[in-house]
C-alpha cells in the first residue's frame, strides 16, 4: 500500500508536463538535476542553524544589545499565590469578571487585587527586550547574508533580466552548485524557523507566521523536485530583499533609537510594497501564470505551485495592509511600538502608587501578600 501511495504521488503526470518522465531529468553528461533526496540535508542543516543561533545571540547580538544600551524593564513581581497560579495555569491568562469575583472572595483580597496579580503575572511571562532584540539580529544577519548572496547568484544569469528565459528548455535545466547551495541554505533556515517558532517571542500574527514557513517549505522543496529552480530563486532573493531592513528596525527600536528605526520602518515598508506587492504579482506570478502555458499545456504541478505561490501572496497584502498602518503612525507620530508585538501591558499609576485598602494579616496590599496588622503597605 505504501509502495502505491509513493508511486502514486510521484507519478510523472502530476508533476511534468505532458510528454516527458523523470527520466528525461536524470543526470546526463552534460546535465545535473535536482533530487527530491538532496532534501533530506535541510532537516540537520536546520538543527546547524539552530547552534549557530544559539552561540550567535550569546556572543554577538548580546554584547551588541548592551553595547546599543537596550535594557529590560523593571517588572514588578506578584506574590505567592496558588489559588490565583493555579487559574492562571489552568484555566486562563485573562479571567472573566465573574471569575475575577469568585478568586477574590476565594483569596479573601479586593477584585482590583486579582486583576493586578494577573496583569502583573501576564507581565512576567512576556519575553524581554534583550530577547526580542538578539531574535532580530539573529533575522537581520541572516536575511542581510542571504540577499547579497542571492543577489552575487542571480545578477549574471539571463532569466534575472528577461522572465522567459526561467522556463528556456524547461525541466530540461541543469542545476547550477550556486543554485544548490542558495537551496540548501534558505530552506534549513525556514525548518529552523519553524522549529523555534513555539519558543520564540510570540505576536499577534502568529498563525500567519507558522502558515508562511509552511508554504515556504513546501513551495521550495516542489520547486527543488520540479526542478523550478530559476524561478524559485527569483522568488526567494525577493522575499530577502525587506525582511533585513524590518529586523534592523525593530533592533534599532529595541535600542531606543526610535526615530531611526522608524526611518528605516518606513523604507522597509516601500522596498515590501513594491518587491511583493507590485513585483512578485506582476512579474513573478504573471512569469509563473503566463509565461508556461506558452510551451506546454496546464498540469497538476503547474496549479499546485501556483497556488502555494497564491497564499503567499494573499499573506503578502494580509501584511502590507498592517504595515502601511504602522508606517502612517510612524509617519504621523501616532505610533510608539509594534502593533504585532505583545507588549508590556500597562498599569493605571492609582494603582501602584495612589491606592490605600485596608487588608487583614496575610492577604494582598496592591498585588502583595504581607504580614499587617494596623498598618497599609504600598509598593
Known amino acids: 500500500m ?12 502530476l508533476w511534468l508536463p505532458e510528454n516527458l518522465t523523470w527520466e528525461d531529468v536524470e ?14 540535508a535541510t532537516i540537520p542543516l536546520a538543527f546547524v542553524f539552530l ?13 551588541l544589545g548592551r553595547a546599543l544600551g537596550v ?17 492562571y495555569v489552568q484555566t486562563s491568562k485573562h479571567p472573566k469578571r465573574t471569575d475575577l469575583e469568585n478568586l477574590s472572595q476565594v483569596s479573601n483580597v479586593t477584585v482590583r487585587q486579582v486583576e493586578r496579580w494577573f496583569r502583573r503575572r501576564r507581565n512576567q511571562d512576556r519575553p524581554s527586550l534583550q530577547k526580542k532584540f538578539r531574535e ?9 547574508l542571504a540577499f547579497i548572496a542571492g543577489l552575487a547568484v542571480l545578477v549574471d544569469k539571463p532569466w534575472f533580466h528577461d522572465l522567459r528565459e526561467v522556463w528556456k528548455d524547461f525541466p530540461k535545466q541543469t542545476m547550477l552548485s550556486s543554485q544548490y547551495w542558495y537551496y540548501m541554505i534558505e530552506l534549513g533556515f525556514y525548518w529552523s524557523l519553524l522549529f523555534r517558532v513555539a519558543f520564540d517571542v510570540k505576536r499577534k500574527d502568529f498563525k500567519e507566521q507558522v502558515i508562511h514557513h509552511v508554504a515556504t517549505i513546501i513551495l521550495i522543496s516542489f520547486s527543488w523536485c520540479a526542478n523550478y529552480i530559476r524561478v524559485g530563486t527569483l522568488v526567494m532573493a525577493v522575499h530577502d530583499a525587506s525582511d533585513f531592513l524590518l529586523e534592523s528596525a525593530k533592533m534599532l527600536n529595541y535600542a531606543g533609537w526610535k526615530e531611526t528605526g522608524n526611518g528605516i520602518f518606513v523604507v522597509f515598508a516601500l522596498v515590501f510594497i513594491v518587491t511583493r506587492i507590485i513585483i512578485l504579482p506582476f512579474w513573478i506570478l504573471h512569469c509563473t ?9 496546464p498540469f497538476f504541478g503547474y496549479y499546485f505551485f501556483n497556488a502555494m505561490l497564491w497564499i503567499l501572496q494573499c499573506l503578502h497584502i494580509f501584511w502590507a495592509y498592517l504595515i502601511l498602518i504602522m ?53
Do not use: C
Open 71 to 87: 535594557k529590560d524593564k523593571v517588572r514588578l513581581r506578584v506574590a505567592s499565590s496558588p489559588t490565583l497560579e493555579k487559574f
Open 289 to 297: 501564470w503566463v509565461y508556461p502555458l506558452e510551451i506546454y499545456s
Open 27 to 40: 543526470d546526463q553528461e552534460d546535465r545535473v538535476y535536482a533530487k527530491a533526496s538532496d532534501l533530506y
Open 327 to 379: 508606517a502612517h503612525k510612524f509617519i504621523t507620530g501616532k505610533l510608539e511600538k509594534d502593533d504585532r508585538s505583545d507588549e508590556d501591558e500597562t498599569t493605571d499609576i492609582s494603582d501602584e502608587e495612589g491606592e490605600r485598602e485596608p487588608v487583614k494579616n496575610g492577604t494582598m496590599s496592591n498585588g502583595h501578600f504581607v504580614q499587617n496588622n494596623n498598618h497599609h503597605k504600598a509598593d
Open 136 to 144: 532580530a539580529s539573529w533575522r537581520f544577519t541572516f536575511y542581510l
Open 2 to 13: 505504501l509502495q502505491t501511495l509513493y508511486d502514486g504521488f510521484w507519478n510523472h503526470y
Open 51 to 63: 547552534v549557530v543561533r544559539y552561540f550567535f545571540e550569546i556572543f554577538v547580538a548580546s554584547p
